[in-house]
């Protein structure tokens, strides 16, 4: 009963440092998002995909990239790390578009 | 412009009573639905309701009812009976129809207070 897993749950990385967010989701959904959450703004998409082989642009895009080469796996990379990408990080799916979001745990990132 | 708006940044409720958490939309697709998710201190979110917008009822999960208001574009939170454990964050979120590529919105959140 893994449902959307986010690893790691804690990192601190060096300004500069480069990382990938893993995120794998068991319940062979279409649609896979990244959001970041910062205090008070709620959650801001990252990039979104609607299939394998499929990725698109969210509203806060800069800084980040993604890929996604099979249906259960949506990696999150972040080049170059600055302190403006200190964040929880949170990846969810769903099916197809319809239907509530199924959410990570989150992963909090710090860049210091 | 905003297209998920929640215009309590913070409420405070007695135990037991009920508590309304407002949200405001905008959109122009005939198409979506809206949802509300809670993020207690522990961080998790957790989906409590959705509500479509060719849904005739208001959509009811046990203490939890939104009031779908089509024409004044609101969907608020209703919680019954409050409970300690109601303390959290909560959100609303939109997701329009093919205009907007199904594409969830999430507003900047309430935190929920519940007094003994």
């Known amino acids: 009963n893994a449902g959307v897993t986010q690893t790691p749950k804690f990192r601190i990385l060096k300004i500069g440092q480069s990382m990938t967010l893993q995120c794998t989701q068991d319940?062979?959904?279409?649609?896979m998002y990244w959001y970041r959450q910062d205090p008070g703004m709620g959650l801001k998409l990252i990039y979104y995909?609607?299939?394998?082989?499929?990725?698109d642009k969210g509203e806060v895009p800069n800084g980040y990239n993604v890929s996604r080469s099979t249906t259960e796996d949506f990696p999150l990379r972040l080049e170059l790390a600055a302190p403006s990408q200190t964040s929880v990080y949170f990846c969810?799916?769903?099916?197809?578009?319809?239907?509530?979001?199924?959410f990570g745990e989150g992963s909090r990132l710090t860049v210091l | 412009a905003q297209k998920i708006t929640q215009t309590q940044p913070g409420m405070f409720v007695q135990e037991k009573e009920a508590v309304t958490l407002d949200c405001t939309y905008d959109?122009?697709?005939?198409?979506?639905?809206l949802f509300w998710y809670k993020q207690p201190s522990s961080g998790e979110m957790i989906f409590l309701i959705y509500?479509?917008?060719?849904?005739?009822q208001n959509a009811t999960e046990g203490r939890y009812s939104l009031n779908f208001q089509k024409a004044r574009k609101s969907a608020n939170l209703v919680i019954s009976a409050s409970q300690l454990g109601d303390s959290a964050m909560y959100f609303c979120?939109?997701?329009?129809?093919?205009?907007?590529?199904?594409?969830?919105?999430f507003g900047r959140g309430t935190s929920l207070i519940v007094h003994p």
């Open positions: 995909s609607v299939g394998a082989g499929i990725t």
């Open positions: 509500q479509g917008s060719y849904d005739q």
């Open positions: 969810a799916s769903s099916h197809l578009g319809a239907g509530e979001l199924f």
């Open positions: 319940m062979n959904h279409n649609y």
């Open positions: 959109t122009s697709d005939p198409s979506y639905g």
């Open positions: 979120a939109m997701r329009e129809g093919p205009g907007g590529s199904y594409i969830p919105t």
